[in-house]
């Protein structure tokens, strides 16, 4: 199957793209990596006229520190995330995610920026962002803003991008040293969207949760943010009956759709046993 006619427009500035993509309004669309895009304009699920390829902007590129944050250009790759040795030790669950997103030759050009942007529930960085408390950059017509992840996802394939806007960067917060992290992922097989996937990032001291951030992934029509079951488990040594009610929670505020993948129930379910799964990975990682 091939996409219909379109016209490509190759910029070399956050700013050239901005325009285009301001010039075509609802007709045009920043192209990435194209994995999630090209294989939607091939089943005409989406029609643009002009596709803005944001390859050729310099700028988007990249991994660097500000402060005490970490910033990610938006057109890093996920391969280029892997073997980012500055992410490996600030932000090691930026790899592991990473990895378990298709396999190598979708992360060889599937970008950072695209997967994030897309509004994919099936996507699994956008839960991770949202437990890592990130914020993306975004430049748009009216000039640049900051949106938060946990504010970002409207709805399956909604985002609070407006027409013409640009995400140019990914801030995170790097996590305090010795946190414990994992992301636990139930897929059908390699290279397949979550079944349900949980993110965890905590903090322990004296054995007790010092604080503790829960992200879910394709378990909604958005990704979730798990705020009220990161909170059940605060001063807890992570104890069965603790975790029982966290997942409780956890799963409470899922609603996802019976497909493919299985039946809702099961899929509410699967996200509270990779959540039990991920607390414990972290867990036994984390110092203190
Ligand atoms: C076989 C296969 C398996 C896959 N499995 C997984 C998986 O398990 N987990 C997962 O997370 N993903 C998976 N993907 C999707 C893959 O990770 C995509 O690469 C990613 O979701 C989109 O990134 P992209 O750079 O390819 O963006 P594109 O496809 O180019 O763009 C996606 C959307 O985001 C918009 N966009 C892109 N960049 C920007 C930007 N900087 N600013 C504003 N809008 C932008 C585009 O206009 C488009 O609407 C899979 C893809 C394939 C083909």
């Known amino acids: 199957m091939i996409p219909g006619a379109f016209a490509y427009h190759r910029p070399t500035s956050v700013r050239e793209a901005v325009g285009l993509l301001a010039q075509w309004g609802d007709d045009g669309r920043a192209l990435a990596g194209g994995h999630s895009l090209i294989p939607m304009m091939k089943l005409r699920l989406a029609t643009p006229g002009h596709l803005v390829d944001l390859a050729g902007i310099a700028e988007l590129k990249g991994v660097r520190t500000d402060g005490g ?24 669950i930026l790899r592991e995610a990473s990895l378990q997103i298709a396999d190598p030759q979708v992360r060889y050009l599937g970008t950072l920026g695209g997967n994030v942007a897309n509004g994919d529930p099936g996507n699994d960085m956008p839960a991770v962002m949202m437990c890592l408390g990130a914020s993306y950059h975004v430049a748009g017509k009216g000039g640049e803003r900051r949106i938060a992840a946990r504010e970002f996802y409207q709805g399956a394939y909604f985002t609070a991008l407006e027409t013409g806007d640009v995400l140019t960067a990914v801030r995170i917060p790097a996590p305090a040293a010795g946190h414990g992290y994992a992301y636990e992922k139930l897929k059908r097989k390699i290279g397949d969207y979550a079944t349900a996937a949980a993110a965890v990032v905590l903090t322990m001291s004296g054995g007790r949760v010092a604080s503790c951030s829960i992200g879910l992934t394709n378990v909604a029509e958005t990704p979730l943010w798990a705020e009220e079951a990161g909170k059940i488990l605060l001063g807890s040594a992570l104890d069965q009956a603790t975790v ?21 129930q099961y899929r509410t379910k699967m996200a509270g046993v990779m959540l039990a799964r991920a ?9 203190g």
């Open 279 to 287: 607390l414990n990975r972290a867990k036994a990682r984390a110092g």
């Open 244 to 264: 029982k009610r966290a997942v409780a929670a956890a799963e409470a505020i899922t609603a996802p759709a019976t497909d493919a993948r299985g039946p809702a």
């Open 69 to 92: 944050d970490i910033v990610i250009g938006a057109m890093t790759t996920q391969h280029e995330l892997v073997g980012s040795d500055l992410l490996a030790t600030k932000i090691p």
